[in-house]
Nanobody
Framework: QVQMVESGGGSVQAGESLTLSCVAPVIIFVNNDMGWYRQAPGKERELVASVSRYGSTNYGDSVKGRFSISRDYGKSTLYLQMNTLKTEDTAVYYC?????????WGQGTQVIVSS
């Protein structure tokens, strides 16, 4: 299996927090930078956070200071801690390598933030 398996989404109020998890195929996880992407209704999929193989992180301007990405090599798992959620964070969240592997896209996990 080469697909990512995301989990942890849900429906929350603005200002609340969620933590997303993604179990990745080991061969992809250990050899690549990894990232969280999201796709809001009617919009293109965008990369919101990434972490290199060595642990350095980057964030999109819209999530900087609120989201935190991390990776656990022992579990081949990528995490996204999302704090102070806003309604504009509503989207389906996916993980993949950076750059992505087309065949590795999973089903994603839905995050809905209401005001």
């Amino acid at each position: 299996q080469v697909q990512m398996v995301e989990s942890g989404g849900g429906s929350v109020q603005a200002g609340e927090s969620l933590t997303l998890s993604c179990v990745a195929p080991v061969i992809i996880f250990v050899n690549n930078d990894m990232g969280w992407y999201r796709q809001a209704p009617g919009k293109e999929r965008e990369l919101v956070a990434s972490v290199s193989r060595y642990g350095s992180t980057n964030y999109g301007d819209s999530v900087k200071g609120r989201f935190s990405i991390s990776r656990d090599y022992g579990k081949s798992t990528l995490y996204l801690q999302m704090n102070t959620l806003k309604t504009e964070d509503t989207a389906v969240y996916y993980c993949n390598s950076v750059p992505y592997v087309r065949a590795a896209w999973g089903q994603g996990t839905q995050v809905i933030v209401s005001s």
